[in-house]
């Protein structure tokens, strides 16, 4: 099963940079080359957060720091260029993805 699993968290800060860089609230607990989808940035917010092109997409990172990580592209694995994004404003959440496994079941 792939999917979503509630590790969360929160966004405090996202660079317009290359490679582009994100800070979280707390110790996001991530692993470099974990899968992440990032959710409620886009400019429909009643507060506009910025960085609309980011939101609801999934990214592989790398990880820098207890709190921070890198984005790279899911497919080419190259870093995400956020140079030209809208600036970050606030809010936003991380979302570990779940990686698919293949279960065989007991070995007897």
């Not at 809208?86 to 293949?102: A, D, K």
């Amino acid at each position: 099963m792939t999917g979503q699993i509630p590790r969360r968290a929160n966004i405090t800060s996202i660079t317009n940079a290359l490679p582009c860089a994100l800070t979280t609230t707390e110790e996001h607990g991530y692993e470099t080359f974990n899968f992440v989808r990032l959710t409620d940035l886009n400019g429909a917010m009643p507060t506009p957060r910025g960085e609309d092109p980011l939101n609801n997409y999934r990214f592989r990172i790398i990880v820098t720091g207890v709190n921070d990580f890198t984005l790279q592209d899911p497919i080419t694995f190259k870093p995400i260029d956020s140079t030209n994004y809208p600036p970050y404003v606030e809010g936003g959440y991380c979302n570990l993805i779940e990686q698919n496994y293949i279960y065989h079941g007991d070995e007897d």
